[in-house]
């Protein structure tokens, strides 16, 4: 295939091995001009970016999901596939810019093989080289571009070295100055000589090795039936056996690639290195010493969300509510500082007090993965996953659940087995997203002494805990329900240890702060602007009655009472609260949430949570600034809520009842949308949402009696 010479129509596609450094490298060469859709027809993201080469060629890179090798499993790898093979319509690369990883160079080649049979114009990206080296592997760049008969070029996309060299190379194909390599890395038609010959009579020049994978998988390529039985028709004529074939192919290709490394690397002695792995493996996989450890991890992790970021939330809240008071002191009084002060800082406030936990908890999670521990938590989870009808690889979907359901649910796309991967998309939710920390702070906040630190990591710990247990159950009894029956397998690479890289934990800190201030952010800006209009008005004629009763219980008190029409005018705030829009709806609902121990504040923090958890924080800020101007802290307010009896509203039964009830509720519409989009049916959300709402409502209902 020779490369398009219309600088228009160049499109380049990126592949290689999963965690190779292909993001890194798409983002470098395409800075901000992405864009994410779909591939058609599929639930798979189409990564597409611009990106301008020497000579004034402007090309669209398309980076195509991580693949191994060109045998496909999982429904992402099939689309790699069908690009590759030509047969998707919407993508037709001009050059093939492959991500090799320099440290696994003996994996990686298996798929540059393959691409180089299928007579693509390859550029070879060699990343990781850093990492190479520390493991003392040193290899001959040219000896390997001689051997493959295709570029490679070393980079190292996070320092943006070596770019400027890969898009001179790239230009260089792209004017036909390098085209397809010409030789075979391996003799393919010796594979299947007969058959591969009788499909060439099918589909004239197509290469030895296209003919090989139509073969084998013409089934899954949109041709036409005339055209599927002809291929049918040689594949019996001539006995093709695929499974053979494959099995030859792959033993070829890695004797070729065996000599190769031979002859233009050189690999340290392993020895020294796997020693020191295995020795940790020994302690941190043990079969009992492995989960309590992992457990210990975990405890730490969670408290040091609380122990660290103590001073700056301290500090965050204070700085609010100093602002805010000394607002309400000096600006007029009117219908738009009401606005400023309870509606817009209220709900700001709501958000950027949780920023340092968010940082510091993903942070955390940044550091286990750098390290190579969460593969082991994945690893340690695998007999566990296996009992309640999963497998290991949906720890890492689970894991991610932890950050946010809607990436964690449609990276099952790696789950090859239907049925597992359906069980890991409805019991994902459970996991203690982002989204629900904010609320559990704030709770525990208001369970917990201040100084009781442990106490609150243990509780933390606990809400965790009762989600990943939840999760279990539920998938237990799915395996029964779900009949679908496929076998499935688990393997997973352990990498090795190794020092985190400090630069991309902060880099991951900073981003995932800027996800929760932009996306939930914008989010709770806006319900809190709406809830602030809901809370301050109401039907004329109930607001108009409270304003005249209390205008006469203050105009009775002496002018020199100020303590008494202080207190009156809490109770005129609690009053026009109360017969508020928010307040009709909220008291509508409470028959049926005061059994677990909610009152209607509470009520109408559940309903605005749909468009996203995190929102529960920015109403009750919004409602108690409404009802009150002082300037105590949101965490004073909730203490000091009290119930029409007068009893408080924020027991130790309540906090608990709530966030059960948040760690089991299915309360986010954007989850609930993506599992319908994973699933191509609406009937699995639906059920989700039901028996997820049902279990928060029976367990929230006996946790409150419980701790009563």
């Not at 047969?87 to 696994?104: G, T």
């Not at 100084?451 to 539920?474: C, E, P, R, T, W």
Request: proline content about 5%; some cysteine; glycine content about 6%.
């Amino acid at each position: 295939m020779k490369a398009e010479k219309d600088n228009g129509n160049v499109q380049i596609a990126l592949v290689g091995n999963p965690n190779g450094g292909k993001t890194s490298l798409f983002n470098s060469l395409t800075g901000l001009r992405q864009q994410v859709g779909n591939f058609p027809g599929v639930t798979v993201d189409k990564k597409t970016g611009e990106t301008v080469l020497p000579g004034h060629i402007h090309a669209t890179m398309i980076d195509l999901p991580g693949t191994y090798s060109l045998y496909p499993r999982r429904q992402d790898e099939w689309v790699a596939y069908r690009v590759l093979m030509r047969q998707d319509q919407s993508v037709h690369p001009s050059i093939i810019l492959l991500v090799v990883d320099a440290s696994n160079l003996k994996r990686n080649l298996l798929f540059c093989s393959q691409l180089i049979d299928l007579k693509y114009p390859v550029v070879v990206a060699l990343t990781m080289m850093d990492i190479a080296a520390k493991k003392g592997i040193q290899i001959d760049i040219p000896g390997l571009e001689r051997e493959l008969g295709v570029p490679v070029v070393s980079v190292n996309p996070r320092k943006d070295k070596g770019i400027d060299e890969l898009k001179r190379v790239m230009a260089r194909v792209v004017e036909q100055k390098q085209t397809a390599p010409i030789k075979d890395f391996i003799p393919i038609k010796s594979l299947a000589p007969a058959s591969i010959e009788a499909l060439q009579t099918v589909l004239p020049e197509t290469s030895d090795y296209a003919a090989l994978h139509f073969l084998i998988n013409h089934e899954e390529f949109p041709l036409s039936e005339t055209l599927q039985a002809k291929i049918e028709n040689a594949e019996k004529t001539t006995n093709f056996n695929p499974t053979k074939t494959q099995a030859e192919e792959v033993l070829q290709r890695y004797k070729q690639i065996n000599h190769i490394i031979q002859k233009n690397v050189v690999m340290p002695d392993p020895l020294q290195k796997k020693l020191y792995t295995e020795k940790l493996d020994n302690i941190l996989l043990h079969r009992v010493w492995g989960y309590v450890i992992m457990l210990a991890v975990l405890f730490v992790l969670f408290q040091s969300v609380f122990w660290i970021a103590q001073y700056p939330m301290d500090g965050i809240d204070w700085l609010f509510s100093t602002f805010t008071g000394w607002l309400s002191e000096h600006l007029p009084t009117a219908w738009w500082s009401d606005l400023l002060v309870n509606g817009l800082l209220a709900g700001l406030g709501g958000i950027v007090v949780f920023i340092p936990q968010i940082m510091i908890l993903f942070g955390l999670i940044t550091l286990l993965e750098d390290t190579g521990y969460m593969a082991r938590i994945s690893f340690l989870s695998d007999k566990l996953m296996r009992k309640v009808g999963l497998n290991g690889k949906s720890v890492m979907p689970m894991i991610s659940g932890f950050a946010c359901a809607v990436p964690a649910i449609m990276s099952t796309r790696n789950i090859e087995n239907k049925k597992e991967r359906l069980i890991t998309i409805l019991v994902t939710p459970f996991m203690s997203c982002s989204a629900r920390l904010p609320v559990y702070i704030v709770l525990i906040g208001l369970m917990v002494p201040a100084d009781h630190n442990f106490q609150k990591g243990m509780i933390m710990m606990a809400m965790y805990l009762l989600g990943i247990v939840m999760s279990l159950l539920v998938a237990y009894v799915l395996k029964f329900w779900i009949k679908i029956k496929e076998k499935s397998f688990f393997i997973m690479e352990l990498p090795l240890y190794r020092g985190p890289r400090w630069k991309n934990i902060g880099i991951t800190m900073v981003e995932k702060a800027k996800i929760f201030v932009t996306d939930a952010g914008r989010i709770i800006i806006i319900i809190s602007l709406f809830l602030w209009f809901l809370s301050s008005y109401g039907p004329s004629k109930r607001m108009n009655t409270v304003e005249t009763k209390y205008e006469q219980a203050i105009s009775a008190v002496p002018t020199t009472d100020s303590t008494r029409i202080a207190e009156i005018n809490l109770e005129k705030g609690t009053a026009k609260l109360e017969n508020s829009y928010a307040g009709i709806l909220g008291h509508a609902i409470e028959p049926g949430i005061r059994p677990l121990g909610f009152d209607w504040k509470i009520g109408i923090a559940l309903i605005t949570s749909f468009a996203a958890r995190e929102v529960f924080v920015g109403t009750m800020a919004t409602l108690y600034s409404v009802e009150s101007d002082n300037d105590a802290t949101l965490k004073e307010k909730m203490a000091s809520a009290k119930r029409a009896d007068g009893t408080p509203v924020y027991t130790e039964a309540t906090a608990i009842s709530l966030m059960v009830f948040y760690v089991l509720a299915m309360q986010c519409m954007s989850t609930l949308a993506i599992v319908k989009r994973e699933t191509k049916s609406w009937k699995w959300p639906v059920i989700q949402f039901v028996y997820m709402t049902g279990l928060a409502y029976i367990f929230s209902f006996i946790a409150y009696h419980i701790f009563s």
